[in-house]
């Protein structure tokens, strides 16, 4: 008779999982780039540290290192010029007054009081606050 099929049956579609590594898996298909760009992944994934060992004895120029990064400035507190201090213990105590929540600790906000600018400063942008920099505040 009939057979009846439904919605919640499988779909057999007479694919194997095993079919990616016979040869016919790897003719003209319109998930060629697919399958390709998984064994690449695969592969990097798994043999990275070997591939980088190998990568970087024949260039290496591409071996990352320890950076050490020396721009001689002192204590953060003691390279915030006047203008970014003020800004930030505004800053604070608005939050803390008018929206009751801390932004930074007490202690911080204690510290950012009590030292002044020695030497060198902070140039551009004195926290992480993304939206502190205004050619970023432009741009978003």
Aim: with cysteine; aromatic share 16%; proline share 4%.
């Amino acid at each position: 008779m009939y057979e009846i099929t439904y919605s919640t049956d499988p779909n057999l579609n007479g694919h194997k999982w095993t079919e990616v590594f016979a040869g016919e898996a790897y003719g003209a298909n319109p998930a060629m780039p697919l399958l390709l760009l998984f064994w690449f992944f695969l592969v990097g994934i798994v043999f990275r540290n070997l591939l980088y060992k190998w990568v970087t004895r024949f260039f290496p120029s591409l071996k990352v290192g320890d950076l050490e990064i020396d721009e001689d400035l002192p204590n953060y507190f003691t390279t915030i010029d006047d203008n970014d201090r003020n800004w930030s213990i505004k800053e604070e105590e608005y939050s803390r007054e008018k929206l009751n929540m801390n932004v930074l600790e007490d202690e911080t906000l204690r510290k950012l009081k009590a030292t002044q600018l020695v030497g060198n400063n902070i140039k551009g942008v004195h926290c992480y606050d993304i939206l502190a920099n205004p050619l970023y505040v432009k741009e978003f």
